[in-house]
């Protein structure tokens, strides 16, 4: 699917029609995605997707309810036609061609009127009242013949400003986050205090550079863990996994959500919280973290048989021009903008 394609996607299409190979149109909190599937687990209700211009998977797994339908067909270029349809520029030619198309249809019907009129009539008009008549015809004739001169006048002008524009590029800051060696296999049928490769990193991969995060979601539960010999300890609350932050990382918040039972751990980019760190174009942050392991939780708590999800996020600014390096400023500032994209 190139840039500018109309994609066409068949909501009627169930997820239990989904196969293997289909190309699914999915979304991922704003991010409306249309990847296709080269892996479906109806057991723990999720798609492995890959877009096909990509080397690897993508670094989290679809859940069935982030489904939106399939796609059937796409048709080049057709997307740029149907944005300039419903430009302003667009608007004004349609509507004009529109016009045009009335006032000669109803000349022609005039004419065809004034053929049946009984020839002994004709003679008895006025000459006064054909030369209004021929008047009027010229004038609507001149009418449309304007509006169309004027349309593609309108059309001139704003390819010319358009083509000024466009001397200037603006920037665009542009990061990806990868797992290099997470596969959604590991995640299956763990076992407490099972250890598996799980290493997200973040890439800037645009030309401007950009302070960046990253936000871990780790659910957590309420009941007892055990120590490393198997003796108990007091029930409390205790997150599902835990993993070793790089060096390069530092945690700058973390946030409960009693609804959904998860905390959110805030993490910068930074050798001090005071400093972030510039993530230049093309350049890697070091891995978040390498591998994840899971709590070492006591059995029969109703835990075993559940499904978690580790949700990992990258967010980044652009540092230029920011007018702050500290990670606390930095990261509201990114929280409000995005507020304000939302």
């Known amino acids: 699917i190139h840039t500018g394609a ?11 029609n989904i ?17 296709r599937v080269v892996e479906k687990d109806d057991k723990n209700k999720f798609f492995i997707t890959k877009g096909d211009a990509n080397e690897n998977v993508d670094f989290a797994p679809v859940p069935y309810d982030m489904y939106l339908g399939k796609m059937v067909f796409s048709i080049p270029n057709f997307g740029y036609i149907m944005n300039y349809v419903h430009s302003i520029q667009g608007m004004v030619i349609l509507i004009t061609v529109a016009i045009s198309q009335s006032l000669l249809s109803r000349l022609l019907k005039d004419d065809e009127e004034d053929e049946n009129i009984n020839m002994k009539e004709k003679m008895k008009m006025k000459m006064k009242e054909n030369k209004n008549k021929k008047n ?37 800051l542009n990061i990806e986050l990868t797992e290099e060696h997470w596969n959604p296999t590991n995640g299956e049928n763990i076992t407490p205090n099972k250890e598996v490769e799980k290493d997200p990193q973040i890439t800037n991969i645009d030309k401007v550079s950009g302070f960046v995060f990253a936000e871990v979601v780790v659910p957590y539960e309420n009941g007892v863990v055990a120590n490393e010999d198997g003796t108990r300890k007091d029930a409390a609350e205790f997150e599902i996994a835990s993993y070793t932050v ?13 609804e959904n039972k998860t905390i959110t751990h805030v993490y910068a980019y930074c050798t001090d919280l005071d400093h972030m760190t510039v993530l230049q174009s093309n350049e890697k942050a070091p891995k978040v973290f390498d591998t994840i ?47 304000l994209n939302s």
């Open 6 to 16: 109309m994609v066409y996607v068949d909501k009627n299409v169930t997820v239990e």
């Open 136 to 172: 009027f015809k010229k004038s609507l004739l001149a009418l449309a013949l304007v509006g169309i001169i004027f349309t593609g006048g309108i059309t001139a002008f704003l390819t010319d400003v358009e083509f000024a524009s466009n001397q200037f590029t603006t920037g665009k």
């Open 246 to 258: 790089n060096e390069g990382w530092i945690e700058l918040k973390s946030t409960k959500d009693e």
């Open 293 to 339: 392991k899971w709590a070492n939780y006591v059995e029969n708590q109703g835990i075993e048989g559940k499904t978690y999800k580790v949700d990992v996020y990258a967010k980044g600014i652009q540092s230029d021009d920011l007018g702050a390096t500290d990670a606390s400023t930095v990261y509201t500032k990114l929280q409000n903008q995005q507020e």
């Open 19 to 35: 196969e293997t190979g289909d190309v699914i149109a999915f979304k991922t909190n704003t991010v409306l995605v249309t990847h």
